[in-house]
């Protein structure tokens, strides 16, 4: 093995060997707090390092300052030989080291996932050899180790044969992931592991061999990844906040408590909605009823007002349509509530279709064409010139509920007067005419910081709830395209906004993409963007505590999709009653590398209640897959 390395700090790396195996499990532990492998106590853990120190299959560096341990490194050459390496020669060993906490069924599942991990990688056709994990201690920290490391990990792969290593990094832990693709570490794809997603990348292990520096300032933290030996799913704050977020009922909600959960941040829920879905996730630390907010909107502030004190929350984070009023009474908030809320003023542009669009032909950013109604008598002369078919929406709405398409003057004529009796619009808030665009459908996330883009994410839509990428997508993959995510920044750049919003784009016969609407609020498909590394929620909260991050965009998407069964469900039915066969036989096929909305293997409950909640809905509705309350649209 590589020779041991010497400062004059009497700090020596020296190869990984059993008499280390407590010390290097009672660091693991303490470095590694938040991590499965730490639960299973300081017994197990020594016999893990003891084993991988004594396989053929595993090896490892250790720091002694002063003779004793501060720090380590663990590699494996073949994951699965060395699996079955601990578990032929070592196995009696560690089921009595768990004998009391295999009775636990969550214990129990994790080391089941745990043992299944070196198949699930193999499948994916990953290099088995693996940098597992890394911990250095505070006091050994700033001095190069954590390169030396890598360095000499690298260079024992390959003096052994080895081409190439695959490192895991949890897609939370940023400063990693960046540091990993400046580097040209290739990203392969991703993985989830303990409720856990991690990038994976491969690297060739004569990669150090070149002129290239590992630049990593001296301030590795103890995670390097999340495999089945490294746990634990955010970077150490010094502040954690406790968050209160609004709309349980809907997936945005629930996107926004596994990101926040998963990092150990407090996470109250509230909504008007018993059986909201992410009130039952296992990281909702509690839940609070509230008023409906179109019904009783003075009610509906007051109530998370008092939900503010209550649980002693610090951050709000309003995750649907309820941003308006924080924003308009923003000065009425409890003392000492932060928030990251676009200015009343720059809202009320935003989330009106007709004066954003106005915008956004200022910018240079392409539009449909669209035309105000004074009356009927316009409306018919309008009819006369129009190019069919047209789209008839309403100033304000969500999830095309205030959306109809007309074929033709007659169906103009009454789907318009339609709109207007259904919703009680005034005269001055008639629908707008706009012009029908055929093309693909693809937004954009942006998360923005006094008038400063921080984080900004593409994604197209391949499927929606409604026939022809029409309405809320169902199943949709990120999108690699600079100039549509210029057009929109340039749009909330001049709207000096603050805070998240979402931008819908759809393409005209000639493929160039028109903005159809801005969401001054987050969005339905948020968790497409979690898993693909740009974690909004996350970046949201740091924001709002004025902890906002520089620009946090990875170079290159992994090739995922993300699924909103629930979403896909109601398409089914809608399709079935189109008598849309076809399409709705092309619902039920699966999706390969695809994540979903609403349901994470881990936390099951929450897909359960959405169900039972969405079930709820349709038949209160009379069988409408997209029920209204009054006020949604206006």
Same mark, same amino acid.
């Given at each position: 093995m590589t020779d041991p390395v010497q400062n004059n700090d009497d700090i020596k790396i020296v190869p990984l060997s059993p008499e280390h195996a407590r010390a290097v499990a009672e660091l693991h532990i303490s470095g590694i707090k938040t991590g499965f492998i730490s639960s299973l106590g300081v017994e197990f853990v020594t016999a893990l390092y003891e084993a991988i120190a004594k396989s053929n299959y595993g090896y490892g560096f250790v720091v002694l300052k002063h003779g004793k341990v501060a720090g380590f490194a663990a590699f494996a050459t073949h994951l699965t030989g060395l699996y079955k390496s601990v578990i032929f020669k070592h196995g009696p060993r560690f089921i009595f080291s768990l004998a009391r906490k295999i009775l636990s069924l969550g214990t129990a599942k994790k080391v089941l996932e745990t043992l299944f991990y070196p198949a699930r990688v193999k499948n994916m056709n990953l290099p088995e050899a693996e940098f597992l994990s890394m911990v250095i201690s505070e006091q050994a920290r700033r001095k190069g180790l954590a390169t030396d490391f890598i360095k000499m990990g690298f260079a024992e792969?390959?003096?052994?044969?080895? !081409?190439?290593?695959?490192?895991?990094?949890?897609?939370? @832990? =940023?400063? @990693?992931?960046?540091?990993?693709?400046?580097?040209?570490?290739?990203?392969?794809?991703?993985?989830?592991?303990?409720? @856990?997603?991690?990038?994976?990348?491969? %690297?060739?292990?004569?990669? #150090?061999?070149?002129?290239?520096?590992?630049?990593?300032?001296?301030?590795?933290?103890?995670?390097?990844?999340?495999? &089945?030996?490294?746990?634990?799913?955010? +970077?150490?704050?010094?502040?954690?906040?406790?968050?209160? %977020?609004?709309?349980?009922?809907?997936?945005?909600?629930?996107?926004?408590? =596994?990101?926040?959960?998963?990092?150990? @941040?407090?996470?109250?829920?509230?909504?008007?909605?018993?059986?909201?879905?992410?009130?039952?996730?296992?990281?909702?630390?509690? #839940?609070?009823?509230?008023?409906?907010?179109?019904?009783?909107?003075?009610?509906?502030?007051e109530a998370i007002c008092k939900a503010l004190e209550k649980t002693g929350a610090k951050v709000l984070l309003p995750a649907h349509e309820d941003v308006g009023i924080f924003c308009r009474r923003a000065k009425e908030l409890p003392k000492g509530v932060l928030t990251a809320l676009p200015p009343w003023d720059s809202y009320r542009i935003a989330e009106d279709k007709s004066h954003v669009l106005d915008i956004a032909s200022r910018v240079g950013c392409p539009t449909p064409l669209t035309l105000s109604v004074h009356s009927y008598s316009h409306l018919e002369e309008l009819?006369?010139? =129009?190019?069919? &078919?047209?789209?008839?929406?309403?100033?304000?709405?969500?999830?095309?509920?205030?959306?109809?398409?007309?074929?033709?003057?007659?169906?103009?004529?009454?789907?318009?007067?339609?709109?207007?009796?259904?919703?009680?619009?005034?005269?001055?808030?008639?629908?707008? =005419?706009?012009? #029908?665009?055929?093309?693909?459908?693809?937004?954009?996330? %942006?998360?923005?910081?006094?008038?400063?883009?921080?984080?900004?994410?593409?994604?197209?839509?391949?499927?929606?709830? !409604?026939?022809?990428?029409?309405?809320? +997508?169902?199943?949709?993959v990120p999108l690699d395209n600079p100039k549509l995510i210029s057009q929109a920044t340039a749009v909330m750049d001049k709207l000096k906004w603050h805070g998240v919003a979402h931008l819908d784009f759809v393409a005209d016969k000639y493929g160039e993409f028109k903005l159809i609407e801005v969401n001054p609020r987050l969005w339905g498909a948020l968790a497409l963007s979690v898993f693909s590394g740009v974690d909004f929620p996350y970046l949201w909260y740091l924001t709002a505590t004025g902890n906002a991050p520089n620009e946090q965009i990875p170079s290159k998407y992994p090739a995922i999709k993300c699924r909103w069964i629930a979403g896909d469900y109601l398409a089914f039915i809608e399709l079935v009653k189109r008598r849309m066969f076809k399409e709705a036989a092309g619902v039920l096929v699966p999706q390969r590398n695809c994540y979903h909305d609403d349901f994470v293997l881990t936390d099951p409950l929450p897909f359960m209640f959405e169900i039972f909640d969405y079930a709820l809905k349709f038949l209160r509705s009379g069988g409408s897959t997209n029920p209204v309350v009054e006020g949604m649209v206006r």
């Open positions: 792969a390959a003096n052994r044969g080895i !081409e190439k290593l695959k490192i895991l990094a949890a897609v939370d @832990i =940023l400063p @990693i992931n960046k540091l990993y693709e400046k580097l040209g570490f290739e990203l392969v794809g991703r993985i989830e592991n303990h409720g @856990i997603i991690s990038n994976v990348y491969v %690297v060739r292990t004569d990669y #150090f061999c070149s002129d290239t520096q590992l630049k990593t300032e001296n301030t590795v933290k103890p995670n390097l990844g999340q495999s &089945p030996f490294i746990a634990g799913s955010r +970077s150490e704050t010094e502040n954690l906040y406790s968050v209160l %977020v609004t709309y349980g009922w809907c997936r945005t909600t629930y996107a926004v408590v =596994l990101s926040l959960g998963r990092r150990g @941040i407090d996470v109250h829920v509230c909504d008007a909605s018993s059986t909201a879905m992410s009130r039952y996730s296992r990281h909702c630390k509690s #839940f609070t009823k509230v008023p409906d907010l179109f019904t009783e909107p003075g009610n509906y502030f009819s006369r010139s =129009l190019v069919w &078919p047209v789209v008839l929406k309403t100033h304000i709405g969500n999830s095309a509920k205030g959306v109809r398409i007309a074929k033709n003057s007659n169906e103009l004529l009454t789907k318009y007067k339609d709109l207007v009796k259904t919703f009680h619009l005034q005269n001055d808030r008639w629908p707008l =005419l706009q012009e #029908f665009l055929p093309g693909e459908a693809a937004g954009v996330c %942006v998360l923005y910081n006094n008038g400063k883009c921080v984080a900004n994410f593409a994604e197209q839509y391949l499927r929606c709830k !409604e026939p022809g990428l029409f309405g809320t +997508s169902t199943l949709r």
